[in-house]
């Protein structure tokens, strides 16, 4: 069982993707690291050496330090963090037992610098809220968005360096018949049984095959009635949030329960 200090695979992978889930600061040396180059979701790397440097991107749910097996690095740098007032654990086992755990892990050549910047067209409504989610849950917590008008989503890219998506010719958009969000999926290495069954329940209310998934007529008429209550896209956006947050619970832990009611209906 964990000590008080540090934090199993397991119990990490129940708090990524929410609200809850702390920040994750990689200690590997470069040798490590160029081994294989990849980070936890919303993770980023800081030398063990200048664990100081990470503090001002430690929230209210702490940070979680991962070396290469989960020894004297993140003892370290975590005990640091500690003493400087935060709270701070090490990943039991450290990258080798997240990657042994299945843990999700992104391609380090793929995240753009943070806070990273996205645009897309204006008046979101299911792809364009739920990607954001993904960025921000996945794989920047600090990622801004930019919805503008259709026509100039390449010009603004160009000229403030945002990654574009969801628009059409750019690389986080619709291939085929799978939508924006398993883009991201596919090119970030996010695919969980959790995600994809929520990506399906996007890709059916975002393309209107309500055939795919019968979640997705409720997610459609929610998408909707947000956009009709926020003139604002911003807002739109983070009340969007909210409901990919639940969307994703259900979609990792309450998939398979039902609702029956009146009790004992149908006997």
Do not use: N
């Not at 702390?22 to 980070?39: K, N, Y």
């Not at 995240?111 to 996205?118: C, K, T, V």
Request: charge should be negative; aromatic fraction near 8%; proline fraction near 7%.
């Amino acid at each position: 069982m964990p000590a008080f200090s540090t934090i199993s695979p397991v119990q990490l992978s129940r708090l990524i993707g929410t609200t809850d889930a702390p920040i994750l600061i990689d200690v590997r040396t470069d040798d490590d690291f160029a081994a294989d180059p990849r980070l936890l979701p919303c993770g980023f790397r800081v030398p063990y050496g200048q664990i100081e440097d990470a503090t001002d991107r430690i929230g209210p749910a702490g940070a979680v330090v991962v070396c290469q097996r989960g020894r004297k690095l993140s003892e370290g740098a975590a005990a640091l963090l500690r003493v400087l007032g935060h709270k701070a654990e090490v990943l039991e086992g450290g990258w080798l037992a997240a990657v042994a755990a299945g843990l999700p892990a992104l391609p380090a050549r793929m995240l753009p610098p943070r806070p990273s910047l996205w645009v897309t067209r204006q008046r979101p409504k299911v792809d364009r809220i739920a990607c954001p989610w993904l960025i921000r849950r996945f794989i920047d917590p600090e990622a801004r968005f930019l919805f503008v008008a259709p026509a100039e989503v390449g010009p603004v890219a160009e000229r403030f360096g945002a990654v574009p998506f969801d628009i059409e010719g750019v690389e986080f958009s619709h291939r085929g018949e799978l939508c924006s969000f398993d883009a991201l999926l596919d090119d970030f290495g996010l695919r969980t049984a959790a995600l994809d069954r929520l990506a399906i329940v996007v890709r059916a209310a975002d393309t209107d095959r309500h055939d795919l998934a019968p979640q997705a007529a409720g997610v459609l008429a929610l998408s909707v009635g947000l956009s009709r209550m926020h003139k604002d896209d911003l807002a739109q956006l983070e009340a969007g949030m909210a409901l990919y947050d639940a969307l994703y619970r259900w979609a990792r832990d309450g998939h398979s329960e039902g609702h029956d009611w009146p009790a004992g209906r149908g006997q």
